[in-house]
């Protein structure tokens, strides 16, 4: 009988904690419902003592998401403990997952703290969580730099105080497979109950070995995996859920376990993940990646006419790759699109409908196809609508070899048009220098980008600008089929979010 593998999802925790990933409320209880339909075992919700929007963004997902056990992160603290339990109580399944770092360098430099302190501090925690929840999960925070025998003592201390899953992370992405696989043997061997706990392993990708390393330590006796969709997480990201589970499950001679993953809601989860938090899917990425069931040279081309396998070791349905491939064109009816919607995970309220339908209209008209991915981007523009104060009423632009880049732009704010130009180093930088002249808001550029949503030349281009004024960040997106424009929208969204973060603070508003 293969074993089960628990696969614990935390991109909308370790996940959103990647620089530039934020998402709202709202993405949050979409992605939700989208890994409870992938039917992932547990799903880490966010961290609810961090902030009040987290809290109330986890209870929320605890309240309304069913299947999948919801987690909440707390430190070893009664306040956090208690803020967490606040927040996943009302989950069918709730779970505090309550963690310490054990390392030497966590202990001494980053908690200033004894091993005999720490030890007690993680017992406590686990009582503490215990006395609410009967799930709680103990994180032994940079296990694989921890001392074996403190990393024993502290395991077996914390599963006699009532953890019901012991996780070992590489915070810091350090161990590589076969010394990830001894640590969870030598664990097995000598923690007293280690063996009778859900064991996990929780593994960073800074050497770009966080899924080899969590296959290891699977191999070695491991029942849960923490992970996320398209590897996101801090720095170079965690262990990719859609890596890990195809792995076990297009390799049974090796591995004698399965997961509980319904494969055919991968793509769907990774486009909402990517679309949503604007961070890109690189072309060759593994499982999820555009080209990753691609077969461009002609050798292999005739191969797969003869016969799949020979260059394919997955099939493109079983990740859900053909469904996705379905496109609404300027002829589809409103039923057509809430159906595909409905489809895709989105819960559309009726009074919403006719005007996701318009901005659907304004996209096919200029497009001959509506692909899955530029329908993420018109419902996320259509749930991330914020008060606009500045808002882009035209826009003429001049470009081109041997001439300066130079624009017009118009802009309405609170009824009033007013109208200026400025030549810039590009269409786009002649564009943001124009509306940085109206709008009196000199926002530092720190990032900005565009990509192209979906297939084709007239595909939906999306831009991102990520910039800060005074210490505020703000990040604005937007998507067009002309990229200029979907530019400037861009800017301007991420001026209108500056300008109301800075008026919430009492902070400098510009014009
Ligand atoms: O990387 C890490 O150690 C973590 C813990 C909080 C589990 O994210
Ligand atoms: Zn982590």
Request: aromatic share 4%; with cysteine.
């Amino acid at each position: 009988m293969p074993r089960d593998i628990r696969i614990f999802d935390t991109t909308l925790r370790d996940g959103e904690q990647s620089p530039g990933a934020s998402l709202s409320a709202e993405q949050k209880m979409t992605i939700a419902h989208q890994l409870a339909a992938l039917n992932v075992d547990v799903i880490e919700a966010g961290f609810p003592h961090s902030s009040p929007e987290d809290l109330e963004s986890v209870s929320r997902i605890a309240r309304e998401v069913r299947g999948p056990i919801v987690a909440g992160l707390a430190r070893t603290m009664e306040p956090d403990i208690e803020s967490c339990w606040k927040a996943v109580q009302y989950a069918e399944k709730p779970r505090i997952h309550t963690f310490i770092g054990t390392s030497n360098i966590h202990i001494e430099k980053k908690l200033r703290k004894t091993k005999p302190e720490v030890l007690a501090m993680a017992v406590h925690a686990v009582q503490f969580a215990r006395a609410r929840c009967e799930d709680v999960e103990f994180s032994a925070e940079d296990a694989l730099r921890t001392d074996r025998d403190f990393l024993t003592e502290i395991v077996a201390a914390t599963i006699e105080a009532g953890a019901t899953t012991i996780n070992i992370p590489d915070t810091v992405g350090y161990t590589i497979p076969w010394e990830m696989a001894d640590t969870i043997e030598y664990l097995i061997e000598n923690a007293p109950g280690f063996k009778e706990v859900w064991i996990s392993v929780h593994c960073h990708n800074d050497l770009g070995l966080a899924v080899a390393n969590s296959l290891a330590a699977v191999q070695a006796g491991a029942t849960q995996v923490e992970c996320t969709i398209n590897g996101l997480g801090e720095r170079a990201g965690n262990a990719a859920l859609e890596e890990v589970v195809m792995s076990i499950r297009t390799r049974p001679d090796l591995f004698d376990c399965r997961t509980g993953i319904k494969t055919q809601e991968i793509i769907k989860t990774s486009r909402m993940v990517s679309s949503m938090t604007g961070f890109v899917v690189q072309p060759n990425k593994a499982v999820v990646g555009a080209n990753a069931f691609a077969h461009e040279a002609g050798i292999h081309q005739h191969g797969m006419i003869m016969d799949r396998q020979t260059y394919e070791i997955m099939r493109p349905e079983d990740v859900g790759l053909s469904e996705s491939q379905l496109t609404l064109g300027p002829r589809s009816g409103r039923h057509g699109l809430a159906s595909r919607l409905r489809d895709l995970g989105y819960d559309v309220p009726d009074d919403k409908m006719p005007e996701i339908y318009e901005r659907f209209l304004a996209v096919a008209d200029c497009k001959k196809q509506v692909y899955d991915e530029d329908l993420a981007i018109i419902m996320k523009e259509a749930s991330a609508q914020i008060v606009e104060t500045w808002h882009l009423v035209s826009m003429t632009v001049v470009a081109g070899v041997s001439t300066s880049p130079a624009a017009i732009v118009c802009l309405e704010k609170e009824g009033e048009k007013i109208t200026d130009s400025a030549i810039g180093n590009g269409p786009v930088d002649a564009v943001f220098a124009a509306i940085r002249e109206m709008t009196g808001v000199e926002l530092v550029l720190d990032d900005y980008s565009v990509r192209s949503v979906s297939i084709g030349a007239d595909a939906l281009g999306e831009a991102t600008v990520r910039g800060h004024r005074n210490g505020e960040e703000a990040i604005g997106r937007a998507a067009s089929t002309d990229v200029v424009e979907a530019s400037a929208k861009a800017y301007l969204n991420a001026i209108n979010r500056l300008q109301i973060k800075e008026r919430r603070n009492g902070g400098a508003v510009g014009m």
